[in-house]
């Protein structure tokens, strides 16, 4: 079968827009619910979060959200199960983020074929090593046709990001700023010179920048200087508003993102 | 079989750095430096002098003669407590410090669960004229607060971690999101043999100064520098791993890790981490930590802030895992009473977390001619407010 990755970055190459949500919130039953929303609302691809008690990289709102997740009773093999019901309905990209200590628990094996199973495209594991994923993870993945996406930083090397492009089989994972998740607010021109020296370097990896992307000016400003970007907090502050409204609150924040300017 | 640090950062299979992208550069740097820093010539004499006439050291050793008496064998104390701010933890930051400046850094963060961290992290900022921002869990400012007080008067800034069980573990969360966003000009003292390599190896030699003193003075007082037995308490490790640091390839000591049982081990509020723990990774190290099926931390539970941590270093498990330590646990009950037989006999009073370690004197059997050293810690100060509630109970 076909990675839905792939495919979309074969169909699309600009303006791509990545959602972030924590699966199990704000209700526990609405991710396979938020996933076909999010389709129709014109998201390109999902990236769906699984909840952790102790997100190292992740600020307060994914955080809260992780835990009222957790409280509501969320685990891997129940988000297995819900993605797998809808997977059939679903033709965008879903991609999987989380903890490495969640994958060891559940049992590296076990959790990328479940991955597989259940229709998920790709991963991304920010505590994963390049040399464990090396060593350990990419003949997995490979094998299972699951895609890995690597973070770079304002601060990474040059050399690093021609070897985290080597390794990635997604997309690159551009971190906007020096932030943990659902920081900063707009694009500013020491920003844009780091997008720019990314773009001089001819990476074959696609990229995608997130952290501090929060509406239509920002994901416009970011998409002129990559693929795409990636949404995470302001989206789950917009599922808090009104937890009953699930459906209109997706819409709306993604129209809200959409609308031509 | 060694049972110090690979060349890739790992204790047998425990270790590494399991960090995310925006921790790498930091981290890299260090694990490229470290022992280059600390190793020269200039770093090492500035460190020595430091530790001399503003620590304090050497600390004493003391042969305990009634708690010898006590316990039938003979029970030497290593006084850490007698250290500027009163413990193991001015070791480390000392080298930490001179490390910072170093690398050029300006700006210092830590996380605490007793305070005695923050304490000796603020006092080595107010020496360096350094900004310092402690993390600590909201909880653990409560119960502590004559350090926090310590704190602020030195300087720093102290910052409530409100998450999760609002301990240690959390504190050190906070701690680990601040240098995500500042990770140019700051550096990050981790206070424990915990965190990402080359954190738990670069503490751990910091702190081996500890069991350094030991030989000689063991050596001085018994004739012969190996004891029998070292006896310490295990939050993530630090000062174990200072007293086993110079004895460990040497398998005729015996190494003790107590560990905070809490309430009891299975009373589900415990923090005894080797009996309830599984491999996993906390804090960017592959160790024992309590967990989940699911991988979720479990929130511990000790009286002794310090010792309230579900994981510990990565050291510490694989001595534990290869059989070389033998892990002890001690409840919140067994430790306050060990506080109070060492003070009532000795006429010293000890952190909380080192009292889990005198009780395990009681679960031991040591021979009457045996030699064996408690790393004392820390000393009480800070945990008064505790044990005035329970002189009713233990003070008679
Ligand atoms: C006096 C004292 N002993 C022990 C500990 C536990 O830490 P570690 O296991 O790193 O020595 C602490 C931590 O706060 C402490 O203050």
């Not at chain 1, 699966?23 to 609302?41: C, Q, S, V, Y």
């Not at chain 1, 502050?237 to 609308?259: H, M, P, T, W, Y």
């Not at chain 2, 100064?209 to 037995?229: C, D, F, R, W, Y």
Request: glycine share 8%; net charge negative; hydrophobic share 40%.
């Amino acid at each position: 079968m076909e990675n839905k990755l792939d495919q979309l970055f074969q169909k699309k190459q600009k303006n791509i827009l990545n959602i972030y949500f924590t699966a199990g919130f704000p209700n526990l039953n609405d991710t396979g619910h938020i996933i076909l929303e999010l389709e129709k609302a014109g998201a390109d691809l999902i990236e769906i979060g699984m909840p952790y008690s102790d997100p190292m990289a992740d600020g307060p709102t994914i955080q809260e959200s992780g835990q009222v997740a957790l409280d509501n009773g969320m685990n891997l093999n129940l988000l297995f199960d819900q993605i797998s019901t809808i997977k059939d309905k679903v033709n965008t990209p879903l991609i999987c983020m989380g903890y490495l200590n969640q994958v060891m628990q559940f049992g590296e094996i076990k959790f990328i074929e479940k991955c597989k199973e259940s229709g998920v495209d790709g991963l991304i594991l920010p505590d994963l090593p390049l040399d464990v994923y090396e060593s350990d993870y990419k003949n997995l993945l490979d094998e299972n046709n699951i895609r890995i996406c690597f973070l770079i930083t304002p601060q990474t090397s040059d050399e690093r990001i021609h070897e985290i492009d080597r390794l990635s089989s997604g997309f690159i994972y551009i971190v906007a700023d020096a932030a943990i998740t659902g920081n900063s607010k707009g694009i500013s021109t020491k920003q844009i010179e780091y997008f720019e020296r990314i773009n001089k370097m001819n990476l074959k990896s696609k990229k995608l920048i997130g952290f501090g992307i929060s509406d239509a000016q920002s994901f416009n400003t970011a998409c002129q200087y990559a693929n795409g970007a990636i949404i995470g907090s302001a989206f789950i502050r917009a599922l808090k508003d009104d937890q009953q409204q699930v459906s209109e609150n997706v819409s709306n924040f993604i129209g809200s993102i959409l609308e031509k300017v | 079989m060694t049972y110090n640090i690979n060349e890739k950062g790992y204790y047998g299979e425990f270790g590494g750095a399991f960090i995310p992208e925006m921790l790498y550069p930091n981290v890299d740097n260090l694990q490229k430096s470290y022992k280059e820093i600390m190793y020269q010539p200039d770093f090492q004499e500035e460190m020595k002098q430091l530790l001399k006439d503003y620590v304090g050291r050497p600390s004493p050793l003391y042969f305990a003669k009634r708690l010898s008496e006590k316990y039938k064998t003979q029970i030497y104390l290593k006084r850490e407590d007698l250290n500027h701010t009163g413990s193991h933890k001015i070791n480390n930051t000392i080298g930490q410090i001179l490390l910072a400046k170093k690398l050029g850094k300006k700006r210092i963060i830590a996380e605490t669960g007793a305070g005695q961290h923050g304490v000796a992290t603020a006092t080595v900022c107010a020496l360096m004229g350094m900004e310092c921002i402690v993390y600590m869990g909201s909880i653990d400012i409560e119960r502590q607060a004559p350090n926090v007080s310590r704190m602020k008067m030195l300087g720093a800034k102290v910052i409530p971690a409100t998450s999760g069980s609002q301990t240690l573990k959390d504190a050190t969360n906070e701690a680990i999101r601040d240098w995500i966003q500042h990770p140019v000009e700051t550096h990050y003292i981790i206070g424990s043999v915990v965190g990402p390599h080359p954190y738990p190896d670069m503490v751990a030699r910091f702190q081996a100064v500890i069991s350094e003193e030991m030989k000689a003075q063991l050596k001085e007082q018994t004739g012969n520098e190996n004891p029998n037995a070292i006896i310490a308490c295990v939050g993530g490790g630090s000062n174990a791993a200072g007293a086993f640091y110079h004895y460990l390839e040497n398998e005729e000591v015996q190494f003790i890790a107590v560990e905070a049982a809490g309430h009891g081990i299975h009373s589900g509020e415990s923090a005894a981490t080797s009996v309830l723990g599984s491999k996993g990774i906390i804090h960017g190290s592959r160790t024992l930590l309590m967990q989940t099926e699911d991988g979720q931390i479990i929130e511990p539970y000790s009286l002794s802030a310090g010792l309230d941590y579900p994981g510990i270093g990565p050291m510490h498990a694989n001595l534990i895992h290869a059989g070389r330590a033998e892990a002890v646990s001690v409840t919140d009950e067994e430790a306050l009473e060990a506080a109070f037989v060492l003070t009532r006999m000795e006429g010293i009073i000890p952190a909380l977390e080192t009292a889990h370690a005198f009780a395990a004197l009681e679960k031991m059997k040591f021979k009457t001619q045996d030699v064996v050293v408690i790393n004392l810690s820390g000393r009480g100060d800070k945990d008064l407010a505790t044990y005035k509630k329970h002189f009713e109970t233990y003070g008679k």
